[in-house]
């Protein structure tokens, strides 16, 4: 059977940029290494004011099309993964493709469109609706469009305000793919919470602590059901482990509590054994508080060990280089991590044709998911053509002022008047204004003008 999986990606990220140990922080009366330390944060992006998440998607897909010469033609499904809806009817991906049929001769009339929504995972589930309908064989030969797009924006003062960011991520899903190929074996962790929830407003209620707590069982219950139907996972099984990045900080946690899990009853865990003994074990234990504190004592261990760091370090930190300036993308984030692990591969001239990615992916309300990827031997060209350090680096940068007028611009409760752009659009998508039904306009602007 042929495989099934990512061909192309291409990201666009929100084209201003705030540094937050140098300028958030100090109007927060904070330390920087709140940020930089804490949560693994630099930067964060925002979207300009003629930025939204229908300009980010259709622009992150505009340039997938193009560079890899595909028309409407060859795309059979459009699905748009994304928690920054502004419509309760019409989906975004009706947007986006009224954006792209701008600039091809051809329409996308033919083409299956939807929206997904499950907070931060709806960018994976819309990932397995491409996989599954191509494997189904509903395609017709042709590909999916997938992406995931975000305005992670918070109240300000909310504690999740330094997590912020926007961005874009455009997914090619085809039979036998140049990137990745995606397992049909999954895993599911999911129950009913309410650590992070939108009831009808833009900006998120957050539980913080508890956000944290289910996000970890829900990737421990995920886990577990991997390994019943493709059996157990050893920390040298993978090349990389993408997680969903809400910011790096997290990843640490989900990160040693993966691996104190994956080395259980190996070899690993037995050479481990005289420098901090084998993990707990709950028939041992009188009761299950002593048994948790016995847990959490092994892990902080754990954690010190050489052997663990240096399995982090090589296949964990590399899939957080690009959050760490970008932000939270919601729907994106999984995604960033896996072109930031991939992205890291190529520049230290690492192979990984045949080696394997454990994808690990979440959103609030709550489920995760667990799969894998086979990366393939067309990895380095595509990687190679991915260009966000160029994005990164063309960002401008805004001071605080600045910042709290983009967030006014970007919060829908504002009826913000000054919405002068800080940067010039170029060859891109960009908000038109409001049309008879009160619906969002789009216009491609093909050189260097000022938006009016």
Request: with cysteine; aromatic share 10%; hydrophobic share 35%.
């Amino acid at each position: 059977m042929v495989g099934v999986g990512i061909d192309a990606i291409e990201i666009h990220t929100g084209k201003l940029c705030l540094d937050l140990g140098e300028t958030f922080a100090p109007e927060m009366g904070d330390d920087p290494d709140k940020y930089r330390k804490g949560l693994g944060l630099y930067t964060s992006s925002f979207p300009d004011s003629y930025e939204d998440i229908v300009t980010m998607g259709a622009n992150a897909a505009h340039r997938l099309m193009k560079r890899t010469g595909r028309t409407p033609a060859d795309i059979g499904r459009i699905d748009v993964a994304t928690e920054s809806a502004f419509d309760n009817s019409k989906p975004v991906s009706t947007y986006i493709a009224g954006c792209l049929e701008q600039v091809f001769e051809t329409t996308f009339h033919h083409a299956n469109k939807g929206e997904r929504k499950f907070a931060c995972i709806a960018g994976t589930q819309s990932l397995d609706d491409a996989y599954n309908w191509i494997r189904a064989g509903r395609h017709r030969g042709r590909s999916a469009l997938v992406i995931a797009t975000d305005t992670a924006l918070y109240a300000r003062g909310d504690a999740g305000e330094a997590t912020q960011g926007a961005g874009a991520v455009a997914m090619l899903i085809s039979e036998d793919p140049s990137l990745v190929e995606l397992s049909p074996e999954q895993g599911y962790g999911s129950a009913d919470e309410t650590d992070f929830l939108k009831p009808n407003q833009q900006f998120p209620s957050v539980d913080g602590k508890r956000s944290v707590q289910v996000y970890l069982s829900r990737m421990r219950e995920a886990l577990q059901d991997y390994e019943s139907v493709a059996g157990d996972t050893h920390p040298d099984d993978f090349a990389f482990i993408p997680f969903h990045t809400p910011f790096p900080g997290m990843v640490r946690k989900a990160g040693l509590l993966g691996y104190r899990h994956v080395i259980r009853d190996t070899g690993v865990e037995e050479e481990l054994a005289a420098e901090i003994g084998r993990q707990p074990r709950p028939e041992a234990f009188d009761d299950d508080q002593t048994y948790l504190d016995a847990v959490s004592e092994y892990t902080d261990a754990l954690k010190e060990t050489t052997r663990y760091q240096e399995w982090y370090e090589q296949v964990i930190e590399p899939t957080l280089n690009i959050s760490r300036y970008v932000g939270n993308w919601y729907t994106g984030s999984v995604h960033v991590a896996r072109a930031s692990a991939l992205k890291h591969a190529l520049e230290q001239d690492r192979e990984l044709t045949g080696d394997r990615l454990l994808v690990a992916s979440y959103g609030s309300g709550a489920q995760a998911e667990i799969h894998t990827e086979t990366v393939q031997d067309g990895w380095k060209e595509e990687i190679a053509a991915f260009d966000i350090d160029e994005h990164l680096d063309a960002r401008h940068d805004i001071t605080f002022e600045e910042y709290e007028r983009i967030h006014d611009i970007h919060n829908h409760d504002i009826k913000s008047e000054d919405v002068e752009e800080f940067t010039t659009p170029s060859d891109e998508f960009v908000f038109d204004g409001w049309g008879r039904m009160g619906e969002r306009k789009y216009k491609f602007v093909s050189c260097k003008i000022k938006v009016i």
